[in-house]
């Protein structure tokens, strides 16, 4: 079974750059087929999907964050990194990081971190 854990911190200061770390176990993020996402839910909002690592390292990114966005991973930990600049009060959320998998005629979210809130301090 695969497990997703965030890690990072759980309060960052206006305009500065948030760091969340996923850790996967029970599997390979270099697994065919396995596409690493970031996810976040703003207090009282929907699922907001930020942006996904695949198995083989391309990124892509929510065109609303894309500029402050970057995903990247460490292959020797089996871990992927969000990095979010220019943090605002309209970031804080609930973190997620998720397996989705990628097939011919098929998607489906796989497994799911346990979230991790975030808040902003003005």
Known sequence: QVQLQESGPGLVNFSQTLSLTCTVSGGDITTDSYHWNWIRQPPGKGLEWIG?????????????????????????KNQFTLQLTSMTAEDAAVYYCALVVVSPGILYFRSWGQGTQVTVSS
């Not at 198995?55 to 500029?67: F, H, I, Q």
């Open 52 to 76: 996904r690592i695949s198995y083989s390292g391309y990124t892509y990114y929510s065109p609303s964050l894309k500029s402050r966005t970057s995903i990247s991973r460490d292959t020797s």
